[in-house]
Structures are given as structure tokens and as C-alpha cells.
């Protein structure tokens, strides 16, 4: 029975340090997890309105263009004339859709041999029936 005592203290002191080693490990390994980085990215804020993005009028795009070189200015002049002259003319989709009609028909008055394309239209009609 001497013997039983010293022997079963032993045995319980060592599973009560084997008990608490468990649970130090396993906190440990709780902490660990927890402080690891996070890889989430948040959003950024959305950039401010930029006053260089917003459309220039035609005047404010001179304006900057002469601020270059007087060339570079002239040049500017120049094509907002031109796009003017084109708005008013009207030249829309009907406009240069007729303009090319008169195109084509000059050129076929011009040149009055059948192409390639207009005989292999005239192929697959005689074939389709149509």
C-alpha cells in the first residue's frame, strides 16, 4: 500500500502536466491562428473629380492649343471650322449615303465592264433563282 500511493501521485502528476501542456499547446496554437496577417484588400476611395476630364468646349480647346504654339492654335481653328461647316451642311447618315449612290453611279457610268463582285452576284442569282 506504500508502494500504491507515491505510485498513483506519480502517475496523476503526470497526467496532470501531460493535461496541462495539452491545453498550453492548443491555446498557443488558438493565438497563433488569430494574429496571422489578413490578405483582405478594402477599397480605396473613389478619386476626385478631375477638372481635366470634363469635355473641353470647342473655345476652351483653342484656348489650350494656342497656349502650346500659335501653330498648334491655328491647326485647332481650323478643324472646329471645318466641323462646323460639315454640321451645317448637314452631312448625316442619308447625306453620305447619298453622296456614295452618286459616287457609284459615276463610276459605273465610268467604268462599264462588269467587276469580279457584280458577275458573281449575277452567278448566284442565275444559280438561286432569284
Do not use: H
Not at 28 to 38: D, N, R, V
Not at 50 to 75: C, H, S, V, W
Amino acid at each position: 500500500m506504500q508502494q500504491i500511493l507515491p505510485n498513483f501521485g506519480q502517475k496523476l502528476a503526470k497526467r496532470l502536466l501531460f493535461l496541462a501542456l495539452t491545453c498550453l499547446l492548443s491555446l498557443g496554437g488558438i493565438f497563433l491562428t488569430t494574429s496571422q496577417p489578413s490578405y483582405a484588400q478594402i477599397q480605396p476611395p473613389p478619386p476626385p473629380a478631375n477638372p481635366q476630364t470634363t469635355p473641353l468646349t470647342p473655345e476652351d480647346k483653342i484656348d489650350r492649343a494656342y497656349t502650346f504654339r500659335e501653330g498648334t492654335g491655328i491647326q485647332e481653328e481650323m478643324r472646329q471650322k471645318s466641323y462646323e461647316e460639315e454640321v451645317e451642311a448637314g452631312t448625316g447618315t442619308k447625306a453620305v449615303e447619298k453622296l456614295y449612290e452618286e459616287n457609284l453611279k459615276e463610276y459605273k457610268e465610268s467604268n462599264p465592264g462588269e467587276g469580279l463582285v457584280e458577275k458573281t452576284k449575277d452567278a448566284i442569282e442565275n444559280i438561286t433563282g432569284k
